[in-house]
């Protein structure tokens, strides 16, 4: 979505944001070493300088590259950047900067839905979706609502009509008539359907929409409040934003703001299996569950319970290895990779918000700085 057209969107809802600081900080803080430490070549800075001057990454507002829970790559840029559509202006990032995660959010909110999951608060993937909103029972007239499970919002294979690859300021954009609907789940739910449950990924925000609506409900806790509680403070997060939707609810599908440094924080759970500081976070069950790649996006990329995954090839011929990634992907050039097999974690946010290439950048600091400067 373009800034001009979350601004026409949020400037009928208001763009609210939610702050939610720390309460209880863990233990852990970033500690670094030196790229030759870690394994890489000792000039990963001046490889990530070239990439910017050859002008084959642009819009960079911050880079942050771990491995073995230290600091090898941190760096920050200055440039343009809005909240959820909201200009702000050229911003000089720094540590302690938030950026917009949009779609990242959607990866958060996987992790929290499997911790309330652990607590009894909401329905296990298998159990019938429409039976969890009784209010939209008048709506199942077509039996495949029946047969959708809350797997299949979780994995985006509701099999409803849904269009987000068109823009935002289309009014036929399925997330934008979500967002000016009325009732914004029975919109959801009143799709027609184009697949059947669970036999094609569809991208938007419906599946988001549902689970957040499930979890706020179940914990009876905003998401901010929750996420504070149940898995921000317990790893250490600092103060977060939750953009608000035309609903003036915090958004599930892309609000949450947050700075790179703390995206890598749940990078780092995620290498840990649920683990912080000796204490099971998230249960390593649920994020196998969420990492199995239920169906394909794309030739690259399978998804998951909101997470995406895949492989990347590095090194030199003839012998390319090839290392397993986990990530979350955000519009605009938010991501956050982590490579289990490698033990490193990337967190870059960017500002290509309008930029139809803006995949490009990060993906080539990720296989052209961080990987091939693998020693």
């Keep these: 979505m373009t800034a001009i057209d979350r601004r ?3 400037m009928g809802g208001g763009a609210l944001l939610m702050s939610a600081g720390p309460l209880v900080s863990a233990p852990f803080d ?32 911050g880079v942050f590259v771990t491995r073995t829970g230290k600091i090898v790559l941190e760096r920050y840029f200055a440039g343009e950047d809005e909240a959820w559509g909201a200009p702000l202006g050229r911003v000089a990032f720094g540590p302690d900067t938030l950026h ?23 329905p296990a993937p298998d159990q019938p979706l429409i039976a969890q909103f009784p209010d939209y ?25 849904w269009n987000e690859d068109i823009p935002y ?22 799709r027609p359907f184009i697949s059947d449950p669970g036999a094609r990924w569809i991208y938007g925000a419906a599946g988001t929409e549902l689970i957040g609506n499930l979890l706020v409900k179940g914990v009876g806790q905003s998401l901010p409040d929750f996420a ?41 759970l995620v290498l840990n299996r649920g683990q912080w500081d000796g204490r099971q976070i998230v249960s390593s069950e649920w994020l196998a569950k969420s990492f199995q790649p239920y169906v394909p996006c794309d030739e690259q990329r399978q998804y998951g319970y909101f997470w995406y995954s895949g492989n990347f090839q590095y090194g030199h011929p003839p ?18 990779f982590a490579m289990p097999d490698l033990d490193i974690v990337v967190a870059i946010t960017c500002g290509n918000y309008a930029d139809e ?19």
């Design 8 to 10: 026409a969107l949020l």
């Design 30 to 61: 970033w500690q670094s070493m030196t790229p030759s430490e870690a394994g890489f070549v000792p000039d990963l800075d001046a490889r990530l300088d070239k990439l910017i001057a050859d002008n084959r990454a642009w819009g960079l507002h």
């Design 100 to 122: 917009d995660l949009r779609s990242v959010t959607k990866s958060v909110l996987g992790l929290l839905y499997g911790i309330a999951l652990d607590l009894g608060k909401v």
């Design 137 to 161: 029972a008048d709506v199942a007239t077509d039996d495949r609502l029946k047969r959708l499970t809350v797997a299949h919002a979780l994995t985006m294979t509701l099999g409803f009509d």
């Design 169 to 190: 300021q289309d009014s036929n954009n399925s997330e934008i008539q979500m967002e000016r609907a009325p009732d914004r789940l029975r919109y959801i739910f009143s």
């Design 228 to 268: 504070r509680t149940r898995l921000f403070d317990p790893i250490g997060v600092g103060p977060t934003e939750w953009s608000k939707g035309f609903n003036g609810q915090p958004a599930p599908a892309s609000g949450l703001r947050m700075t790179p440094r703390d995206l890598a924080r749940v990078g780092q």
């Design 319 to 336: 012998n390319r290895p090839i290392t397993h990634w986990i990530g979350g992907f955000g519009y605009g050039g938010q991501r956050l």
């Design 357 to 375: 290439r803006q995949w490009m950048p990060p993906i080539r600091v990720v296989r052209d700085v961080v990987l091939a400067g693998l020693k």
